[in-house]
C-alpha cells in the first residue's frame, strides 16, 4: 500500500448474500387472487406474432388489450429474456413468479462483483455469494409463486408459462381478469375501470407501491410505447393520451399505508422509512457506525448520485443495513415492484462508495439485482422507480443528469494506487444506462458534427453482446444478453490486444472478457475526446493511451458531442491524475492531520485530451469520532480540481496543472 488511508477510508463495503429467507418473503409481495373461474385453456406453444398473442388474449380473457400490454410494459419492457427469471423468480413478459423453479435452475454459484470497497478494515470479512449459504429449494413455501396460478386458470404447463411468450402472455391476462372478478368489478371494455387489478398485479405490500406501479402503467398507456424486443419482435401499444384511470379504486385492494414519515421521495413514489443506526459500537470514539452524521448541503454541495445493485435480495439487504456494524447506504429499491425504502438522511454521509470523498458528496442509491447471474435481469419497475427518485434528488440538489454525475459503483475510482484492484464492478454491463437515460429525462442524442471532438458512448442495448467470460465460474462464457459497454483496443481491429489497464492489472499484466474487469470497457453516456478515426473504428484518449472502438456507420456504437476538455499546461510532457480531490496541506487547521494525495498510476501525456465532467475545490470532511462536536468539520482549499472521464471509472486532475478548452481545440480532423 502506497501511504496510509485517512480513518474515513477504512470503512469496508460489503455485498450482500443471498438467502433463502430473502426468496421466500417474496412470498408476501406476490398478488393475492380471488376463486379461480373457469377458461378455455391456453395452447401450448401458441402460434403467432407476440403483438397477436396480446390481442388473443386480452379477447380470451376479456381484459383490454392496452391494459394488458401497459402491465406486461412496466414488467419487462415486453422481453422474454431468453426464459431466464428475473432476481424475484418472474419469467416472461408478464413476469410470472416461479421462485422454487427459479432457484433450482439457477443456485447462485459464488460470483462477487469485484470485492473490497478498499476501505481496509479487513477484521469485518466481506460477505458475497461466495460465503452465503447455499438455498434449500425444498424447503421453500410450496406457494411461492404465480405461475402456478396461472397454470390452474388457463389449464397451461407450467413450463410453457415459462418458456413460451405467447402462452406467458396468457397467463398474465388471466390473472389480472381473476383479480378484477375477485375485487368486485366487472370484465370492463374501459381501461380506466381496472385501476385496482393493475395495483394488487404488482406484489406490492404497501398501499403507496402498488398504487405507484398501477401509475406507472396507466402514465405507460396514455403516452403509448413502441419497441423491437430482445425476440426481435416488434410490440406496439397506441397511445391514450385522454385516460383517466379510477384510481380512487386502489382502496379495496386493503393494503395498509407504509410508514413513509421522514422519507425524502417524490410525491406518489412507494416509500418507507427503515432506518439504519447511529450508534457507538464501544469505548473507542472512532468505533461506531454505519454512516457519518453531516449537514449537507449547507456545509457540503451533493453534486453526484451513484448507482449501485445489492448482490443480494432485498430482505438481506434491509437486515444488513440496519446492522450497526455493517455499512449504510440512503436508498434501496425493490425489484419486484419498485419499491423504495430510505435508510439514512440524504444531509447525511452513507458509507456506500469506497471512496470517502466521493461519499462526501454523494447519494447512494442499491438496486435488488445481481451484477453477473445469468438468471437474473433488472426489472422495469425497478428502473422507473429509480429514475423517479434520481430525477426528484437531482432537481432537489441541482445535480446535472448526465454521466459525469449520475456514476454507477463502477465508475467509481479508487483512493489510491492500492485501491484499485478492490472497487466494486456494479451495476454492470447489462443495466441498461441509454434506457435509464431515457427515463431521467435526459436521452443520448448527438449534441455536435464529427468535428465535435468528443464521442458520447451509445449502442444499441438489445443487439450490442460483446463476449462476457466468468459470469459462474472463472474463464466460462456468459450468455449472449444485450450490453451497454463496448470493448476498447489497441488497434482498430477485434485481432488487436485490448487496451491495457496498469492500475487494475500492472504494468506486465493484460485486461480480459471478464464481466467484472472495466480495464477495456467504456460504457454508455460516458464521454470521451476523440483520437483517431480509421473507416468503421473511432479511437479515444483513455488512461493514457490511444483506444479503439467499432463504431460502424451504419449501426453507431456512439454519437458526436461537443464539450470541454483537458489538456497539460505547454511545456509539461505529463500530469498526474488522483482518486479524489482533497485540499492542500496548508488549507488543514490544526487538529485536523492533512489527508495525502496520493497520484494514481495513470498520467495524462502531451497532446492527449480528456472530457470534463465537474470542477470542484479541494474538501475533505473530517468526521472520525461518534460525537459530531468533536472536531467534524470540512476542510476547503484553494486548489481547484476537474473530474475528468479517464478510462471506465472518473479520476480529478488539478486545475494547476491543464489547459481548459473547448473540444474542438486539438480534435482530429
Not at 406474432?49 to 388489450?65: D, G, N, R
Not at 487496451?499 to 492489472?505: A, E, F, P
Not at 480495464?519 to 480509421?534: C, H, N, P, W
Request: proline fraction near 7%; glycine fraction near 10%.
Amino acid at each position: 500500500m502506497q501511504g496510509s488511508a485517512p480513518p474515513n477510508d477504512r470503512r469496508r463495503g460489503r455485498r450482500l448474500p443471498r438467502t433463502v429467507t430473502a426468496v421466500a418473503a417474496t412470498a408476501a409481495l406476490l398478488p393475492v387472487f380471488g376463486t379461480a373461474h373457469a377458461a378455455e385453456p391456453a395452447q401450448d406453444g401458441a402460434a403467432g406474432s407476440l403483438q397477436q398473442a396480446f390481442t388473443a388474449a386480452a379477447q380470451q380473457y376479456h381484459v383490454p388489450q392496452s391494459v394488458l400490454l401497459g402491465v406486461s410494459y412496466m414488467e419487462s419492457r415486453w422481453d422474454s429474456h431468453q426464459g431466464m427469471p428475473s432476481v424475484t423468480g418472474g419469467y416472461g413478459p408478464m413476469h410470472l413468479t416461479d421462485a422454487r423453479t427459479a432457484i433450482a435452475q439457477f443456485p447462485h454459484e459464488a460470483l462477487g462483483d469485484g470485492g473490497d470497497d478498499g476501505r481496509g478494515d479487513n477484521s469485518r470479512p466481506l460477505i458475497t455469494k461466495a460465503t452465503a449459504e447455499a438455498p434449500d429449494v425444498a424447503a421453500l413455501p410450496a406457494d411461492l409463486t404465480t405461475l402456478d396460478r396461472a397454470a390452474t386458470l388457463t389449464g397451461s404447463s407450467a413450463a410453457s408459462l415459462r418458456d413460451d411468450a405467447a402462452v406467458n402472455v396468457s397467463g398474465g391476462a388471466a390473472l389480472l381478469a381473476d383479480t378484477q372478478k375477485s375485487l368486485g368489478e366487472s370484465l370492463s371494455a374501459d381501461p380506466a375501470d381496472w385501476y385496482a387489478a393493475v395495483a394488487r398485479y404488482s406484489g406490492a405490500s404497501d398501499a403507496q407501491t402498488a398504487a405507484s406501479f398501477a401509475d406507472d402503467v396507466f402514465d405507460v398507456i396514455k403516452q403509448g410505447q413502441a419497441r423491437t424486443t430482445d425476440s426481435g419482435e416488434q410490440v406496439k401499444l397506441a397511445a391514450d393520451p385522454a385516460l383517466a384511470p379510477a384510481a380512487g379504486q386502489a382502496a379495496r385492494i386493503g393494503l395498509v399505508k407504509g410508514n413513509d414519515a421522514g422519507t425524502e421521495c417524490p410525491p406518489g413514489l412507494g416509500c418507507e422509512w427503515v432506518p439504519a443506526p447511529y450508534e457507538s459500537l464501544g469505548t473507542d470514539p472512532g468505533d461506531y457506525g454505519n454512516y457519518d452524521k453531516a449537514n449537507r448541503p449547507a456545509d457540503q454541495k451533493i453534486d453526484t448520485i451513484v448507482i449501485h445493485d445489492t448482490e443480494g435480495y432485498w430482505d438481506t439487504a434491509m437486515q444488513l443495513v440496519q446492522d450497526p456494524t455493517y455499512l449504510a447506504w440512503h436508498y434501496t429499491i425493490r425489484s419486484s415492484d419498485g419499491h423504495v425504502a430510505q435508510h439514512v438522511l440524504t444531509k447525511d454521509v452513507g458509507w456506500h462508495a469506497g471512496n470517502w470523498y466521493v461519499n462526501s458528496k454523494s447519494v447512494g442509491i442499491e438496486h435488488e439485482g445481481f451484477l453477473v447471474d445469468p438468471g437474473t435481469w433488472y426489472t422495469e419497475a425497478m428502473y422507473r422507480s429509480s429514475a423517479r427518485l434520481v430525477r426528484y434528488l437531482a432537481a432537489k440538489y441541482d445535480i446535472p443528469l448526465n454521466r459525469q454525475h449520475i456514476l454507477g459503483h463502477d465508475n467509481v475510482p479508487g483512493i489510491a494506487p492500492a485501491y484499485i484492484s478492490g472497487m466494486h464492478t456494479d451495476p454492470g454491463p447489462y443495466w441498461d444506462w441509454a434506457h435509464y437515460m431515457e427515463l431521467l429525462g435526459a436521452p443520448l442524442h448527438p449534441t455536435a458534427g464529427p468535428q465535435g471532438g468528443v464521442v458520447t458512448i451509445d449502442p444499441d442495448f438489445e443487439t450490442n453482446q460483446p463476449l462476457y467470460t466468468g459470469c459462474v465460474t472463472a474463464g466460462d462464457t456468459c450468455p449472449a444478453y444485450g450490453s451497454e459497454a463496448v470493448r476498447l483496443y489497441t488497434a482498430p481491429s477485434t485481432d488487436a490486444p485490448l487496451v491495457k489497464d496498469i492500475g487494475l492489472h500492472g504494468a506486465n499484466g493484460a485486461s480480459t472478457t471478464g464481466v467484472n474487469d472495466v480495464g477495456a470497457r467504456a460504457s454508455t453516456g460516458q464521454q470521451y475526446a476523440v483520437a483517431d478515426r480509421q473507416g468503421d473504428w473511432t479511437a479515444i484518449w483513455y488512461l493514457g493511451q490511444k483506444a479503439w472502438f467499432y463504431n460502424p456507420k451504419g449501426n453507431r456504437t456512439a454519437v458526436d458531442s461537443a464539450g470541454l476538455v483537458v489538456t497539460p499546461k505547454a511545456g509539461l510532457a505529463s500530469v498526474p491524475v488522483y482518486g479524489r480531490a482533497y485540499p492542500e496541506a496548508s488549507a488543514y487547521p490544526a487538529g485536523v492531520p492533512v489527508q495525502s494525495i496520493l497520484p494514481m498510476p495513470y498520467q495524462i501525456l502531451a497532446g492527449q485530451r480528456y472530457v470534463v465532467g465537474n470542477v470542484v475545490p479541494g474538501e475533505y470532511y473530517y468526521a472520525v469520532t461518534y460525537d459530531t462536536s468533536q472536531g467534524h468539520q470540512v476542510v476547503r482549499g484553494k486548489e481547484l480540481y476537474y473530474e475528468i472521464q479517464l478510462g471506465h471509472r472518473i479520476e480529478y486532475v488539478k486545475a494547476s496543472d491543464v489547459t481548459l478548452q473547448p473540444s474542438t481545440v486539438g480534435a482530429p480532423r
